[in-house]
T-cell receptor, first 116, second 108 residues
């Protein structure tokens, strides 16, 4: 498809388990972003990747959260030892290239994570 | 501190009414986004602008750099416009700071 895709669309897990969320950006987009939308809260930035540069991890809420981007394309957000407060919709977005004013971010459909 | 404020939080209007949603930000930005989120749905980017005005169909977005303010207008509103509208500002780096959203309900 032409858009950003994410999998799974829904994930239910038990507290303490690890989860992996996947994002496939639009082909050719070098910038990739992860955001989180908790219930009743606004969207918050987590991490972004631009090409081969070191990612900006400043939005990650704790060291239980990590993300990788392999080959400059697919990204995986990993949450270790999940807690109930991690329950949220995790959104991925991609952009042709960071640092250029006039190109937009395209958002994926999100992964709804529920930690029981 | 980089902040984005939206108003109103909730807006209910009759079909056909002209809608305005406002967004103010605290310091200079490199770009401002307007996003739309339908219930249970993903997020769609409506506009990205750094100056002036953009129009797409019945949607118009404006930004006033001096006043640090942007507006999203919907003309001839329709029930299918019912959604949450979110403004997001890029404060010179790549991170977006999001407003809390405006929940719009258009009644037939």
């Amino acid at each position: 498809g032409a858009g950003v895709s994410q999998s799974p669309s829904n994930k239910v897990t038990e507290k303490g388990k690890d989860v992996e969320l996947r994002c496939d950006p639009i082909s050719g987009h070098t910038a990739l972003y992860w955001y989180r939308q908790s219930l009743g809260q606004g969207l918050e930035f987590l991490i972004y990747f631009q090409g081969n540069s070191a990612p900006d991890k400043s939005g990650l809420p704790s060291d239980r959260f990590s993300a990788e981007r392999t080959g400059g394309s697919v990204s995986t957000l990993t949450i270790q030892r999940t807690q109930q407060e991690d329950s949220a919709v995790y959104l991925c977005a991609s952009r042709f290239r960071a640092g250029i004013a006039d190109n937009e971010q395209f958002f994926g459909p999100g992964t709804r994570l529920t930690v029981l | 501190k980089n902040e984005v404020e939206q108003s109103p939080q909730n807006l209910t209007a009759q079909e056909g009414e002209f809608i305005t949603i406002n967004c103010s930000y605290s310091v200079g930005i490199s770009a401002l986004h307007w996003l739309q989120q339908h219930p249970g749905g993903g997020i769609v980017s409506l506009f990205m602008l750094s100056s002036g005005k953009k129009k797409h169909g019945r949607l118009i977005a404006t930004i006033n750099i001096q006043e640090k303010h942007s507006s999203l207008h919907i003309t001839a509103s329709h029930p299918r416009d019912s959604a949450v509208y979110i403004c997001a500002a890029r404060f010179g780096n790549e991170k977006l700071t999001f407003g809390t959203g405006t929940r719009l309900t258009i009644i037939p």
